[in-house]
Structure formats: C-alpha cells, structure tokens
C-alpha cells in the first residue's frame, strides 16, 4: 500500500500570499496519477487537480500542482479567504488508492 | 447539472447493518463508475469501493471485503452501500463520488455525504 505524507499538518497565512503543500509517497506513484481535493467543514471534497497537474472544470488558475515520482505539491497562490479548507492528496495508480491524512490551510 | 443526492443520516447499533443510497442525476448513469469514500469524525478520507453501474461488477477495499456489498438500481439511476456487522469504528460520513471516467479512481463529483454512527 502506498502511504502518502502531506506537510506541514497546519499552515497558517495571508491573503495575498502563497501556499505550498506537500504530498509525499512512500513509493512512486505510477503516471502521476494524483489528485487534490479541497474540503471545507460541512462539505463534501472538491477536485481541484488530478495527474499531478491538470486542473479540474472550473478551478482557477492561482491553483496549480507539480511533481512525480514520490513527491508531488500543490500551490496555491494569491490567496483568497476562501482558499481556508483542508487539503488532502491521493494516489490512484496503485491498488488500493490511498489518501494522505490533510493539510489545513488557514486564512488570517 | 450532476448531482448526487444521498440519503438521510442513520444511527445504528452495534452489530446492525446500515444501507446507503446515491441517487444519481444530469448525466448517463451507467457511463461512469460510482465509488463510496468514507470519513471517520474529524479525520481523512478512506476508499471503501466502486461499482461499475452498467455491469454491476464491483471492487472493494481488501479490510472491508466480507462486509460490504454495492450494488445499484439502473432503472431509477441509484447506487446502494450495504455494511454488516457494524461497529463503533464504522461511525463516519459515507460519501458517493461519481469517477472521472475510465475507472480512473479519482472523483470529479461528490454526494452530500450521510452520517451514520454506530452507538449503544
């Protein structure tokens, strides 16, 4: 089973500025399939991006993801107050598909 | 517009069974696969398994097989997670998540989510 690590645990910053969130594998995440989501409390989780770095409908530009292998990251820039949510990655190129345990992003 | 609609939070005892249901709507049913993801209270997502609505082949997660049955209702576009022999540790929101298409296991739209806990 691949585990997927995200850091930091906790961010905590302001609008303006931007967000770097890590994903990382315990083993190689096979053609980058990887996902984002984004779930606010109370909410179902959105798909922000999927293969590491294409962007779902609708998601705007200041979201964007990177990386293969076994590291992969999510930036989020121009923050806006309502980029406030958890964050959680998830590999789907390997049985089972696995999700990392979120990162909280707070907006000052 | 997609929606995926589910059904009302439950409580259930130990040993009880619980059944969801996701009613689907705005696109082909039996085109995408139908997927449940499950959230323990105040922690990350968990894949529980997946149906495949035009054939009713399904995949299920290896720590759930024995107690867990999707199946779906293609005649009023409804796909059900059955679980038996609940237990505390099964108290969580039960999502439905439509895949993206291709079994790619990655989800594009989500139900709303159901609570069911699992208390004495």
């Known amino acids: 089973e691949i585990v997927l690590t995200q850091s930091p645990g906790t961010l905590s910053l302001s609008p303006g500025e931007t967000a770097t969130l890590s994903c990382r594998a315990s083993q190689s995440v096979s053609s980058s399939y990887l996902a984002w989501y984004q779930q606010k409390p109370g909410q179902a989780p959105r798909l922000l991006i999927y293969g590491a770095s294409s962007r779902a409908t609708g998601i705007p530009d200041r979201f964007s993801g990177s990386g293969s292998g076994t590291d992969f990251t999510l930036t989020i820039s121009r923050l806006e107050p309502e980029d406030s949510a958890v964050y959680y990655c998830q590999q789907y190129g390997s049985s089972p598909r696995t999700f990392g345990q979120g990162t909280k992003l707070e907006i000052k | 517009q997609v929606q995926l609609v589910q059904s009302g939070a439950d409580v259930k005892n130990p040993g009880a069974s619980m059944k969801v249901s996701c009613k689907a709507s705005g696109y082909i049913f039996t085109g995408y696969y139908m997927h449940w993801v499950r959230q323990a209270p105040g922690q990350g997502l968990e894949w529980v398994g997946r149906?495949?609505?035009?054939?009713?082949?399904?995949d299920y997660a290896q720590r759930f097989k024995g107690r867990i049955t999707i199946t779906r209702d293609t005649s009023i576009n409804t796909a059900y997670m059955e679980l038996v022999r609940l237990t505390s540790d099964d108290t969580a929101t039960y999502y439905c998540?439509?895949?993206?298409?291709?079994?790619?296991?990655?989800?594009?739209?989500w139900g709303q989510g159901t609570l069911v806990t699992v208390s004495s």
């Open positions: 149906i495949n609505p035009n054939t009713g082949g399904t």
């Open positions: 998540a439509r895949d993206c298409g291709g079994n790619k296991y990655y989800f594009d739209y």
